[in-house]
């Protein structure tokens, strides 16, 4: 397996313009995580995915965030506009969710630079 | 709001040593417990899961919970160059949901 797959692995932007996060998820797992990562801040759950349904969106900083799960195999996290605080890593994690096994396989990120 | 917390670090040892990482958390329901290594300029990877009081060992990794004192911490034995990382432990919210909450991590440096 291919494991969590990420696109882009870096993007650089103007404030303003919308960025487009995308993600494909380990086959066969039935939930997706979008974390951001800062120095400040640390690792932060922005979103998560149950069977291709937002379950809990609350870690969403506002309503420029957004995110979709078109299918199984699919996840965009979109920010519009972008601000330069909005710099980051963007995480995509995957798992099989059930009791007591619940370990997340992360993608290798995409760092996003909005300048 | 249910925290996970650890020391920042750097925590340096010497090639060979045992280097302790130790976690703490608020909420008393938590159920799963894990440790993530992350190197830098990579994304985390899970090193060791621990679910009930006590030890368990994998290679020269022991994980140790104490749930009454609501503390977990990660023992590394034979500490080598490569072990330097970031390690964030991470703890499942209560109430069945499974979603971990990830502490800050600690800087760890084994210089040779």
């Known amino acids: 397996d291919a494991g969590v797959i990420q696109s882009p692995r870096h993007e650089v932007t103007e404030m303003g313009q919308e960025v487009t996060l995308r993600c494909k998820p380990i086959?066969?797992?039935?939930?997706l995580f979008w974390y951001r990562q800062t120095m400040m801040r640390g690792l932060e759950l922005l979103i998560y995915?149950?069977?291709?349904?937002?379950?809990?969106d609350s870690g969403m900083p506002e309503d420029r965030f957004s995110a979709k799960m078109p299918n199984a195999s699919f996840s965009t996290l979109k920010i519009q506009p972008s601000e330069p605080r909005d710099s980051a890593v963007y995480f995509c994690?995957?798992?099989?969710?059930?009791?007591?096994?619940?370990?997340?396989?992360f993608g290798p990120g995409t760092r996003l630079t909005v300048l | 709001q249910k925290e996970v917390e650890q020391n920042s670090g750097p925590l340096s040892v010497p090639e060979g040593a045992i280097a302790s990482l130790n976690c703490t958390y608020s909420?008393?329901?938590?159920?799963?417990f894990f440790w993530y290594r992350q190197y830098s300029g990579k994304s985390p990877e899970l090193i060791m899961s621990?679910?009930?009081?006590g030890d368990k060992e994998d290679g020269r990794f022991t994980a140790q919970l104490n749930k009454a004192s609501q503390y977990v911490s990660l023992l590394i034995r034979d500490s080598q160059p490569s072990d330097s990382a970031t390690y964030l432990c991470?703890?499942?919210?209560?109430?069945?949901?499974?979603?971990?909450?990830f502490g800050r991590g600690t800087s760890l440096i084994v210089h040779p």
């Open positions: 994690a995957s798992t099989f969710l059930a009791a007591d096994y619940n370990e997340q396989f």
């Open positions: 086959s066969g797992h039935n939930s």
């Open positions: 995915f149950n069977n291709n349904v937002p379950i809990d």
């Open positions: 909420d008393r329901g938590s159920q799963s």
């Open positions: 621990i679910y009930s009081n």
């Open positions: 991470a703890v499942t919210r209560s109430g069945g949901s499974y979603i971990p909450t």
